[in-house]
């Protein structure tokens, strides 16, 4: 049972952003140092950043809502929060392995590992996008089709 009322709760989810959060303006300004990235991109559905040229697609994720260290069973949230937080994990793994699939490099951060770990995620998308700069992958029939339809 949720101790807020329905209409307040209701407020309360309306308010947070899903784009534009602090961890994707710290991973911005922090960690992103290779020009040519596209915000929000929208390839099959949306990354929070891509290098689309190297296809590169770039998450990053909220402890919370995309459920680091979720544990549906032992979760103390009501079966709302449990199922629509499982939802996102299950969208993630399908979206994720979609992009790869596809021949996209998939890179995926946690907004409580950015900031200890800037440096070395920062290196690690350098050397993808250069590495793709120099040896461009081949796009298929299936990303072509999909970048039409936005």
């Known amino acids: 049972m949720d101790r807020i009322s329905k209409e307040k709760r209701s407020k309360i989810m ?7 959060t602090k961890p994707e303006l710290y991973f911005e300004k922090e960690i992103l140092t290779v020009d040519g990235y ?14 689309e040229p190297q296809m590169i697609a770039i998450f990053v994720d ?7 260290d979720f544990d ?3 979760s103390k949230l009501n079966d709302h929060w449990k199922n629509h937080i499982q939802g996102n994990i299950d969208r993630d793994s399908k979206n994720r ?8 490099v998939v890179l995926s ?22 590495e793709r700069t120099k040896n461009p992958p081949k796009h298929s029939q299936v990303e072509i089709s999909l970048r039409s339809k936005g």
Not at 14 to 20: A, N
Not at 109 to 130: A, P
Request: contains cysteine; hydrophobic residues 30%.
């Open 14 to 20: 309306r308010s947070i952003k899903s784009s534009g």
């Open 38 to 51: 596209t915000k929000q991109c929208k390839i099959a559905f949306n990354s929070d950043f891509a290098y």
């Open 62 to 68: 909220g402890t919370f809502w995309h459920g680091k």
């Open 72 to 74: 549906y069973e032992n």
């Open 97 to 104: 392995k979609y992009l790869s699939n596809s021949g996209w």
């Open 109 to 130: 951060y946690w907004e409580d590992e950015l900031e200890e770990n800037k440096h070395k995620i920062s290196r690690e998308i350098i050397e993808f996008v250069n």
